[in-house]
């Protein structure tokens, strides 16, 4: 769907970056279980650190699924409010701007927030970016201990 200038220019970074920042997030977390499996096939670990290395990672997964659901959710509620405010103006969807959904503009907000908004309008972005570094933290954490499990 194609949005207005005005919506588009603040939203559609923040969401391709969101997507690019998780994405690679799963394709780390995801390669870790080579690394492992690597690890085991070469014998340089036992079959309990084995269990200990793909024990760690539910957390990642966890959190990663977590924040992917979250914003799978806002974006329908997005559509859902792009669409009820263009029936309301009676123009095509891709005709509603940003000034037309205020006050609800904090809606479309991943990274950063949008326009004025409110406490409310931090939360969504505050959970996201504090929910991206937890995921690079853990997933760090699992290589150096593979890593230091080698050496």
């Known amino acids: ?8 220019q603040v ?9 690019r920042l998780v994405r690679m997030c799963f394709t780390f977390a995801g390669c870790y279980w080579i ?7 070469l014998s ?5 650190q084995l269990r200990d290395f793909r024990s760690g ?14 914003e799978y959710l806002r974006e329908t509620r997005r559509l859902k409010l792009l669409i009820r405010r263009s029936e309301e103006l009676d ?17 479309f907000a991943i990274l950063r927030p949008i326009g004025a908004s409110s406490v409310r309008g931090w939360v969504f972005p505050f959970l996201n970016i504090t ?6 933290y853990l997933i760090v954490q699992r290589y150096v201990a593979a890593i230091s499990a080698v050496l």
């Open 1 to 8: 769907m194609k949005l207005d200038a005005s919506i588009a």
């Open 11 to 19: 939203y559609e970074p923040q969401h391709a970056l969101f997507g």
């Open 35 to 41: 690394v492992i499996y690597l690890l085991q096939w």
């Open 44 to 48: 340089l670990i036992d079959h309990d």
């Open 57 to 70: 990672q539910t957390m990642i997964y966890f959190i990663l699924l977590s924040l992917w659901g979250i």
């Open 91 to 107: 123009v095509c969807v891709s005709r509603v701007t940003l000034s037309d959904l205020h006050p609800k503009i904090g809606g």
């Open 131 to 136: 929910g991206l570094a937890v995921a690079v």
